[in-house]
Structure formats: C-alpha cells, structure tokens
C-alpha cells in the first residue's frame, strides 16, 4: 500500500514538472542556459584555434597610472605595462613606443613583439586619429627568463613604434601590438585609455 502510494506521488511530481517546463517554454529555458555559459566564458579564457594559430583570449587588467591591458598569453608570460612614452620629433609631431615588463611562466627562452597581416598594429589617440608603426610587418625577438621579471623596450623597433603621431594626443584610447612566444601560441595585446608621457626620462 505505502509503495502504491509512493508511486502516485512520483507520478505527480514527474507531471507537475513536465507541466512546468511546457509552460515556461523550451525556449525559455534554453535562453537562461546560453546566459549562464555566457557570464562563465567572459569570466574565464578561452581559446580557439583557427588555421594552425592559437588565440587566447585573456583578461583585460589595469595599468598603474591609468588604463588598461589585455595579455592574450596569460598563462604563457605575464605582460605589464611599464608605460607608453612619446618622443617629439618636430614641432607638432612624433613617435610613441612601449615599455613592458614580462614574466615567463613557461620554460621559454625567447619571445616576440611585432605585427603583420594577421595582426595588425594600430594606435587611436583619444580625439580618434589613428597612427601606424613605421613598418607594419615584422616580429622583433626578445631573451627572456623563466620566472625572472625583464624590462622591454619597443622604442627602437620599427614594426612597434608608432610614428607621426600628433604633439597633442594625450591618451591612448585603443592600441593593439602582436605577441609571439610560438607559432602557435601568439595574439594581440590591448591597451585602453592609457596615458602617453611625453618626453620624459623613464
């Protein structure tokens, strides 16, 4: 008798959900499970590869002094921005290039800075002119440590120096360079809204 009577309220609750579900809608639910997967995969990495080249998406973190900068490397090296630093060249113009610091987390020995087809490098100045480097193809290798933290300049590199830029650009409102440690492993690092310094001893 208990088992018959367990049986029915089985049945009950099975219907009363069935019920539930047909009444929010399939669409429903499926629209609250693709929300969910959404919030987690812009909380953590992810990565795809396309055509044999592997990009990370990585987590966008604030620069001392104001902006930010995405690594698309994050558990490869550890990327800081040191500072973007302008250089005047003639009474209204001049070039601006970066200093980072890296930390490898992989046992690497090398690294790479630079841009091509694939990965373009632009700067945008807070008024939204933009500026190209001198040259817009080629990767500059860098030694580096495992676990050691390296300063690298870029500002004598042609594919990641930014030229002809306006006396009068003040911020960096979006700035994107290419990173290499492999063939496979490379991207574009993001800097937004960080200030340029212009003409200072670093």
């Known amino acids: 008798m208990k088992t018959k009577r367990f049986l029915c309220l089985c049945m009950v609750l099975i219907t ?3 019920m539930n579900v047909q009444a929010q809608g399939l669409g429903g639910l499926l629209k609250k499970v693709k929300k969910g997967v959404d919030k987690v995969t812009s909380m953590v990495p992810s990565t795809t590869t396309q055509a044999g080249v592997k990009k990370t998406k990585g987590l966008e973190l604030p620069v001392e002094g104001g902006g930010t900068i995405t690594n698309p490397l994050p558990g490869i ?3 800081q921005l040191v500072g973007a ?3 005047t060249t003639s009474a209204n113009y001049g ?3 970066l ?9 690497l020995k090398s690294m790479s800075f630079g841009c091509n087809v694939d990965y373009p490098a632009i700067m945008v100045d807070q008024d939204g ?3 190209k480097p001198a040259e817009t193809a080629g990767w500059y290798s860098e030694a580096v440590t495992e676990g050691v933290p390296m300063r690298i300049s870029l500002e004598h590199r042609n594919s990641a120096i ?3 830029v306006k006396r009068s650009a003040s911020v960096i409102s979006q700035l994107q360079i290419g990173v290499s440690t492999s063939y496979q492993d490379r991207g574009l690092i993001v800097l937004k809204n960080v200030p340029i310094q212009w003409d200072v001893e670093h």
């Open 16 to 18: 009363l959900g069935t």
């Open 99 to 107: 200093v980072f610091k890296v930390k490898m987390i992989s046992n």
């Open 162 to 164: 930014f030229v002809d």
């Open 85 to 87: 630093y302008g250089k």
């Open 95 to 97: 070039t601006v290039g």
């Open 129 to 131: 002119n933009t500026y």
């Open 77 to 79: 090296v550890d990327i």
